[in-house]
């Protein structure tokens, strides 16, 4: 029997129909590269001693910090080279340009970054305004002050090496090689955040290690509660990075995502104890007037709540 490409070409030739373009990598490929990134990004924790989370040792620990940088770093590195090679070598015509501009790298996309943070930040109206007015937060962003944090190995973490580090595998060395296997963006935007959610899943293991005592059942909420949102996360910035294809931009969405938190689901908008973003840093004080004013024995007045979760349902209705 003839094989199937020959009808192909047969019928292609009769009816003026051009041939379809067989993509250079399959979606279980693509799909297969991604897994191997993601263990080549994680595995790496658990091989020596100084980035291996013990009951004596937590993975806040600066010397921890510092170590899973350097791995994380090199692991980055080494997905990045395999991605561009691929890029530039199975792909009909690839150069180093297009490769680079597929991975997010050229051009920089200041523009798409602005747009993509505001996007974001609109998303994040009702914690910026429990944070930046109710909580009076406005005069220290205005003055800068807070970036303190990243000069500390936790927050260096949050705000600066794990916001490029994930978004460089998950994104830049992840999605072309989906879009080179001529997977629909709605697959890409639905699957790879499952592998980025899993990929946090080892979290699970590292609480009970350093948490022993805290009830099994817990401990599993909490990781399903962190896969929840980081695969959310992950298929807005895949999103974001399918439109935008700046890979500054999802890493600046990302930084702003870290340093905004959690968003408040329930309860009542306080006075600044429990700061969303950030516990106010320096000596700036507020004005007591004006707290004692918008405040009932401490207690911020229920129109702020109303207010909060007013416009934390608008900013998500379509």
Not at 63 to 89: D, E, K, P, Q, Y
Not at 119 to 139: C, D, K, M, N, Q
Not at 175 to 191: C, D, K, Y
Not at 226 to 255: D, E, K, N, P
Request: aromatic fraction near 12%; charged fraction near 15%.
């Amino acid at each position: 029997m003839a094989p199937t490409s020959f009808f192909a070409r047969l019928k292609s030739y009769y009816s003026g129909e051009k041939e379809p373009v067989k993509p250079a990598l399959s979606t279980n490929a693509a799909v297969a590269c991604l897994v191997v990134y993601t263990l080549v990004y994680v595995l790496p924790f658990y091989i020596s001693s100084t980035t291996r989370p013990s009951p004596s040792l937590s993975r806040d620990a600066p010397s921890v910090i510092r170590g899973r940088i350097a791995s994380v770093t090199t692991s980055c590195i080494i997905c990045s080279i395999a991605t561009f090679v691929a890029l530039c070598s199975i792909v009909e015509d690839g150069n180093p340009i297009r490769a680079l501009h597929s991975m997010g790298w050229f051009p920089i996309g200041l523009v798409e970054t602005v747009k993509a943070v505001g996007l974001t930040a609109v998303l994040f109206i009702g914690p910026l305004f429990e944070a930046g007015i109710a909580e009076g937060g406005w005069r220290d962003w205005i003055r800068l002050r807070g970036l303190e944090v990243i000069s500390g190995w936790i927050g260096y973490r949050n705000l600066v090496a794990g916001p490029i580090t994930e978004e460089v595998l998950f994104r830049s060395a992840s999605v072309p090689l989906l879009l080179l296997a001529q997977t629909s963006n709605t697959t890409i935007i639905f699957l790879t955040p499952i592998i980025f959610g899993l990929a946090h899943v080892h979290h699970f293991y590292e609480f009970r290690i350093t948490h022993p005592h805290t009830p099994v059942v817990g401990a599993i909420l909490r990781s399903l509660l962190q896969f929840t949102y980081t695969t959310l996360f992950g298929g807005y910035a895949t999103f974001i990075y399918l439109r935008t294809g700046s890979l500054l931009a999802v890493i600046m969405v990302h930084a702003f995502c870290n340093w905004m938190g959690f968003p408040r689901f329930w309860g009542r908008v306080t006075n600044g104890e429990d700061t969303i973003i950030r516990p106010d840093v320096g000596d700036s004080k507020r004005d007591d007037t004006a707290t004692a004013s918008a405040t009932i024995n401490g207690q911020l007045g229920i129109a702020w709540t109303i207010i909060y979760y007013a416009l934390l349902v608008k900013a998500h209705q379509p």
